[in-house]
Structure formats: C-alpha cells, structure tokens
T-cell receptor, first 116, second 117 residues
Framework: AQTVTQSQPEMSVQEAETVTLSCTYD???????LFWYKQPPSRQMILVIR??????QNATENRFSVNFQKAAKSFSLKISDSQLGDAAMYFC?????????????FGTGTRLQVTL | NAGVTQTPKFQVLKTGQSMTLQCAQD?????MSWYRQDPGMGLRLIHY???????DQGEVPNGYNVSRSTTEDFPLRLLSAAPSQTSVYFC????????????????FGPGTRLTVL
C-alpha cells in the first residue's frame, strides 16, 4: 500500500525567509505523480506544485520549488520569500496509477506559520 | 467553467438519519472520488469512480454508498449516519490520464462539513 509521511506537524518561518517542508513516500508503482496541496482556513484544497515521477527535473512554480529524490523517495517543498498568505496546512500527496484506477494518498499535513 | 461543486457546504444530522452529499464537475473528467478529512489524518479515500456506471471502494468505504449515472455527477450517500462520520468531505475529479501520457491533476471541490449528533 502507498504511504506518505510528513514528519513535521508544524513549521514556522519569518516573512521573506525560506522554509522547506519534508515529505517521504512509498510506492511500488513506476508511473506516479507527487503533489503539494495548500489548505488555508477556507478548507479549499489548492494545488501548489506537482512532479511527474518520470521527469528528473525538479518542478518549480514561482516561489515554490521541490527537491525530488526518486531513489530516496523524498519530495520536499521549498517556499522562498515567504509571505503571510502562505500560512496554511500543506499536504504532500502521491498519485499512483494501478490498472484502470488512480489512487491519491495524502500525508497528515504540516501547518506552516508565517511570522512578521 | 465552475470546476468541482459540492452541496451542501454544512450539514448537521442526527444519528440514524440518511442524506446525500452532491458533487458535480463540468470538466468532462472520467475519474471522480470522495475523501474525508479528519484532524491529524490527512485525506482518506472513501469511494471512487473511473467512469459512468463504474465505482469502487477506497480506504474507508463502510457506511457510504455511491453511484455514477452520468459523467458529471457523483453523489455520496450516508445510509444511517453515525457520530464517527463527523468529518469534512471532499469530492475530486481528474482526467485520469497517466503521468507518462501528460496526465492531469486532481481538482477538489470546496468541501462539506458534516456533523452527526
């Protein structure tokens, strides 16, 4: 079974600084995606960034980038120039394709606080 | 293009009552799914569907039924609500293309907060 582990329940960063959120995963599939989702107090699940497993290049989206280490099954999120609006729960997720179905497995989340 | 919509946003039920959470998407996605989110546990898959007429169980299916009569709609039914079903429920959809085929992201609805007394 797929598992996703986020070992940091809470993180704090000062505004304009950089923070890295950790995620490890375990899957037996070769065709899969990895995602980081942001969930603000509104509860809406907002896609931050995604990484296709077959791509070696790390994904980037503006201030957000990932460090994808496929052999180590590690997928960390780096937020540069942190802003107050980045404060939220962040979930790492692994999307596996198994036959006709795809299964999205989430970690337990990391709550990010951004301080002045 | 509304994306994924869910109704209601909030619901309070008494133990033993039944209800249906509605989910609809207008992106012509084949794959739809239901998750529940509980504190400290992330999101867990309840049921999913890979197309009209096809459904299957996820990680925590007990107490829930689903059907998929159209591509657009994927309702979740609670047959006899229990306090353990108090949670936030998310519906999601994706085109279900494989990553190696230029696959797609799962899009989430805004969620339904359900309380069972």
């Amino acid at each position: 079974a797929q598992t996703v582990t986020q070992s940091q329940p809470e993180m704090s960063v000062q505004e304009a600084e950089t923070v890295t959120l950790s995620c490890t995963y375990d899957t037996s599939e070769s065709d899969y995606y990895l995602f980081w989702y942001k969930q603000p107090p509104s509860r809406q699940m907002i896609l931050v960034i995604r990484q296709e497993a077959y791509k070696q290049q790390n994904a980037t989206e503006n201030r957000f980038s990932v460090n994808f280490q496929k052999a180590a099954k590690s997928f960390s999120l780096k937020i540069s120039d942190s802003q107050l609006g980045d404060a939220a729960m962040y979930f790492c997720a692994n999307l596996d394709y198994t036959g006709t179905a795809s299964k999205l497995t989430f970690g337990t989340g990391t709550r990010l606080q951004v301080t002045l | 293009n509304a994306g994924v919509t869910q109704t209601p946003k909030f619901q309070v039920l008494k133990t033993g009552q039944s209800m249906t959470l509605q989910c609809a998407q207008d992106m012509n996605h084949e794959y739809m799914s239901w998750y529940r989110q509980d504190p400290g546990m992330g999101l867990r898959l309840i049921h999913y569907s890979v197309g009209a007429g096809i459904t299957d169980q996820g990680e925590v299916p007990n107490g829930y039924n689903v059907s998929r009569s159209t591509t657009e709609d994927f309702p979740l039914r609670l047959l006899s609500a229990a306090p353990s079903q108090t949670s936030v429920y998310f519906c999601a959809s994706t085109s279900h293309r494989r990553a190696s085929e230029g696959g797609d992201t799962q899009y989430f609805g805004p969620g339904t907060r359900l309380t069972v007394l």
